[in-house]
Structure formats: C-alpha cells, structure tokens
C-alpha cells in the first residue's frame, strides 16, 4: 500500500465505521454448523465394476478441499442379503469393508436400507437373522438412534418392516420405534435443530415417477416406496418446528421437496441403476455434500462422481 492509498484508505474510514454499524444491527449471519456426505444406496457386489465405482466415488468426496467431516450412508450398503444365503451375504460385506479399508478415511454413520436386512427364508433360526448382522456389521447401536453433532441432533431411523405376513418387507415406522422417536423428540425440545433420516422416504413424489403405480386410473404407491405412516410422522414433526430436515434413498431418484418447514431430501444413489448403467430414470449416479447451518437452513449439492 503506497501513502495516497493508505490517505484514500482514511478518508474512507467515516463511511466504512457508519456501515459497520449497520451491520451489527442487521441479523447476524448464518454459520455453518457441519459439512457430510450422504452416501447411499452403494449396492456392493464382490465385482470390478461396483467396487471401483464405490471406491471413485469416496475418493471423490474426500477430494474437496472443503471437506465433508463424515459420511452419513443412507442405506443398502449391499447389493441384497434378502434373499441370500450366508456365504453370498457375507462375500458383499468382505467387498464392502475392502472397499472401505483401502479407500476411505472418513467417519461413517450407517442407516439400515431393506437389501440390509438377511431375511432368507432358510436363516429364520439364525441369531442374526433379520437386522441383526446389518447392525453388528455397521457397528451400530441399534436399528434405530439418535445422536448430537455441532449443535445439531440426527435421529436415524429404521424404516424396513416385515409384512404382516413375516415376509420382508413394507415402509414403515413399528410402533415400538414410533414411541421411541416421540420420547426422543421430547427430550431434545424445540431449539436445536433436527435432520432425520430414513432409507425408505417420509415424503416424496419419486413414487409418481412410474405408470406402473397406476391402478384403474388411479394412483397406487405401495408402501415399500414411500412409508405407510407418513401422516402420522407429518403430524408429529408439525410439533416441532425444530425438525428442520428428513434425508432418504431407497429410490435411486434426486428430489426435493419443502413442506410445513421440512426440506424433504431424496439422494439418488452412488450405484445408479443398481449398477447396469449409471443414470436411473433421469437421475444420474451420485451423492450429496449437505450443508447444515445454525439457523436450521440446509443445502444440498448433489455430485456425480465419474
Ligand atoms: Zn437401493
């Protein structure tokens, strides 16, 4: 700085002081509390072609030079133990951890997604069953919880049921966990604000997405799309304005939609179209950098990876 821009510089300074009391009397800008990335819908295979791709797509989101502080995986990490017998589902977690041990540094919080849960018919008498090997492998606590982080609270929740015929699976929050997530929300009070998360949607138009969820004219949306008590939920986060946000996949479709001050996220997915080509629908394979803020507002960038 030479001496005339350094008397420009003063002759400003009246100006520049009446400004910043402006400033300090408008409302103070938003901070950012946290950066992660939701990854989901990943659908591993013991195969070349799904685990570079989720390798790419780990490396692509530790490559910011804004970083994520970690990963919030939205559910069916695997391609499916539905219907799979042992040694099938355990070789896609083995890809899985592969994958993870050689390509990622970040912390991952894990959300259960329907291909998740081992529900093979031959396993009913297996102790892990059911969710049970999806929780002890994900290294949660449970299928369902809750937890803080920068001043914001995350309820994760598990949105995969059995049919009221045992067979797996139907959208919907059980009745055990629904008292649980009132109990939760009670306990974290009206100020902080809240992100859940669930694989299966709350509330979404992806299901629209299909003239097979046309029935006589009519439209037919099957609970395994978008969960069967959503009214329910949408009752209950109108308590709590603090409910800022509602994260899913599940259907490999990118939307967003804003409703009684609930930004509804729907991911798409990092496999695409289950790993055949990359572009589900018009959705392209990918993730989301989401942005939360202290004031409770959100944003979402939604990145291919390839
Ligand atoms: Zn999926």
């Not at 920068?150 to 959208?171: A, C, E, M």
């Not at 990118?254 to 179209?273: F, I």
């Amino acid at each position: 700085m030479n001496r005339r821009t350094i008397l420009k510089s003063a002759a400003l300074l009246p100006f520049v002081s009446g400004s910043n009391e402006l400033i300090t009397s408008a409302p103070m800008a938003r901070q950012r509390s946290v950066r992660f990335a939701y990854i989901g819908d990943t659908h591993i295979l013991p195969e070349a072609k799904p685990m570079e791709g989720v390798a790419k797509c780990f490396h692509h989101a530790q490559s910011h030079s804004d970083k994520p502080a970690f990963v919030l995986h939205g559910g069916d990490v695997i391609m499916d133990a539905l219907a799979k017998d042992r040694s099938d589902v355990q070789k896609q977690w083995d890809a899985w951890h592969t994958v993870m041990k050689a390509d990622n540094s970040l912390p991952i919080e894990y959300c259960i997604g329907n291909h998740d849960v081992w529900g093979f018919e031959g396993a009913k008498a297996d102790p892990q069953y059911g969710k049970k090997w999806a929780v002890d492998l994900m290294k949660i606590s449970g299928r369902y919880r809750s937890f803080d982080r920068n001043g914001w609270h995350f309820i994760i929740l598990d949105s995969v049921q059995p049919r009221p015929d045992g067979k797996w699976y139907t959208g919907h929050i059980d009745p055990e966990q629904l008292d649980w997530l009132k109990q939760d929300l009670a306990k974290t009070g009206t100020k902080t604000p809240t992100l859940v998360l669930s694989h299966i949607p709350i509330f979404s138009p992806t299901g629209f997405f299909s003239e097979q969820n046309v029935k006589d004219g009519n439209w037919s949306i099957s609970g395994g799309l978008v969960l069967s008590n959503t009214p329910e939920l949408l009752k209950l986060f109108y308590q709590y304005p603090n409910v800022k946000t509602a994260l899913s996949g599940h259907m490999h479709l990118l939307d967003r939609v804003d409703y009684n001050g609930v930004t509804y996220l729907c991911n798409g997915a990092v496999s695409g179209n289950w790993w055949k080509s990359d572009t589900y629908q018009q959705t392209k394979a990918g993730y989301a950098l989401i942005d939360l803020y202290d004031d409770g507002t959100v944003e979402r960038t939604y990145l291919q990876y390839t």
